[in-house]
């Protein structure tokens, strides 16, 4: 019986966590869909099996734009549009996520940067800049490790490089994403916004088993990412879900905060890290700071 309550407490907590996500992710898109009024092209491109949604907004130098696990492209919100006032703006949907059907493979951030890859032939765009915030963020990661000659800038959002960057109720919580607690989930607006959009709403079991197993699989990318020669910048919240000793950390493997800049700035890496005070994981998405910090490192010249 008490390790019944423990279950239930646990199960009551990631809920918890995800109600919060999904009245964030309910109200960026409320707000997305009223500013959403310029022209828009829209469609699926054929991706390694998937046939990937995606959206162009704005004109100028490509930008991949990659959401969060349970999420879409419609969770940025206004911050879609903000970026791409000067920028074109694909944002995408991932598998099994959004408007993209899931096909039969497991989810890794691997098969997910390769799709991105392929989406970019399909368009015929030979290099971009990749922003992704959470799952999206380790999905940009792993494509400047896979397909660097496709990367000219990369902005990773709220993600770490190995499973010790969360903080251990973090990992704690994600353990309880499992598909005996499916159908329990579905009391979510997550679950409402899923409907909606997926083409098939009986696959929520399937994006719950799939998702659960790609969150909770041990993972290091510290050697690959040594070995990065694509500029980076790294961006979290003060209060996220990766501890900001991690990100340090992730900053350092980079090679950014080695030594001192100097007067004439020679010193300063090619890597960037942000901070954003009063932040969560949970909003950081829809935070106006996020543009502010990504728009102002991909306009700049050359890798600084």
């Known amino acids: 019986m008490h390790m019944l309550k423990q279950q239930n407490r646990k199960l009551f907590t990631v809920v918890a966590i995800l109600m919060l996500i999904s009245n964030i992710f ?21 991706a390694n099996g998937l046939k990937m949604y995606y959206e162009i907004h704005g004109a100028g130098q490509p930008t991949i734009l990659i959401h969060g696990g349970f999420g879409s492209l419609d969770m940025f919100g206004p911050n879609l549009t ?7 703006v694909i944002a995408i949907d991932l598998q099994a996520h959004g408007r993209t059907a899931d096909i039969d493979r497991p989810m890794s951030f691997e098969a ?3 799709d991105i890859a392929e989406l970019l032939k399909y368009l015929k765009i030979q290099k971009a800049d990749i922003v992704g915030y959470s799952v999206g963020g380790s999905t940009a990661i792993q494509f400047a490790i896979r397909h660097p000659e496709m990367a000219r800038k990369v ?10 960057g969360f903080y251990p109720e973090i990992r704690t919580q994600q353990k ?15 679950y409402q ?20 197993r790609l969150i909770n699989k041990e993972f290091d990318y510290s050697n690959d990412i040594k070995n990065i020669k694509v500029p980076i910048m790294l961006i979290y919240g003060d209060a996220d879900l990766i ?11 980079l090679g950014g905060g080695q030594r001192d800049g100097g007067w004439d700035g020679s010193g300063v890496s090619n890597a960037r890290l942000a901070i954003l005070p009063g932040i969560t994981h949970y ?20 890798n600084r």
């Open 26 to 46: 309910f109200f960026s898109v409320k707000l997305f869909g009223q500013e959403k009024q310029e022209q828009v092209k829209s469609g699926y491109a054929p």
């Open 243 to 253: 501890a900001p000793v991690h990100a340090i950390a992730f900053f350092a493997l």
């Open 283 to 302: 909003n950081i998405f829809i935070s106006p700071a996020l543009p502010q910090m990504i728009v102002p490192y991909l306009d700049a010249e050359g």
């Open 155 to 164: 902005v990773a959002v709220s993600c770490g490089f190995n499973n010790s």
């Open 112 to 114: 997910f940067a390769d």
């Open 193 to 212: 916004n899923y409907t909606k959009l997926a083409p098939r709403p009986q696959d929520w079991p399937i994006l719950i088993t799939k998702l659960g």
């Open 176 to 190: 309880q994403i499992v598909p005996q607690n499916a159908e329990g989930m579905k009391q979510l607006p997550l």
């Open 82 to 88: 903000e970026l791409a006032k000067n920028r074109q």
